[in-house]
């Protein structure tokens, strides 16, 4: 007796484009969350060397709240969001991620003196 074995979907390798167009916009957002922290630790000593560059203090702040608001979305997920709401809540976090970083950035650029 032989068994037979449902046939696996083949899928495409990674560093083929219809991989990438096959995501869901969740699966986007921890992909790039993940690319942010990435980049938040290669910045962050950078910031910490030298702090009063414009340029790298505006890319932490958009970097941190990014991540800070996936991260959000993560949380809530692992304690029992609805799934039929993730989409909703992906946009609404990054909605409020958006506001966030534009009311810290450039309504308070008194206090964090970007671009002076």
């Not at 910490?48 to 790298?56: A, E, F, H, R």
Request: charged content about 15%; hydrophobic content about 55%; aromatic content about 16%.
């Amino acid at each position: 007796m032989t068994s037979v074995k449902d046939p696996v979907p083949n899928k495409p390798p990674v560093w083929k484009i219809s991989a990438w167009r096959s995501m869901y916009p969740g699966m986007w957002s921890w992909v790039l969350q993940r690319l942010s922290a990435l980049a938040l630790i290669v910045l962050f000593p950078i910031h910490v060397m030298n702090p009063y560059i414009d340029s790298v203090r505006i890319t932490m702040l958009l970097l941190v709240v990014w991540h800070s608001m996936h991260g959000i979305k993560v949380i809530l997920t692992d304690f029992g969001f609805p799934d039929r709401h993730q989409r909703k809540l992906l946009w609404v976090l990054s909605a409020v991620g958006v506001a966030a970083f534009f009311w810290l950035a450039f309504m308070h650029k008194e206090y964090w003196r970007f671009m002076s």
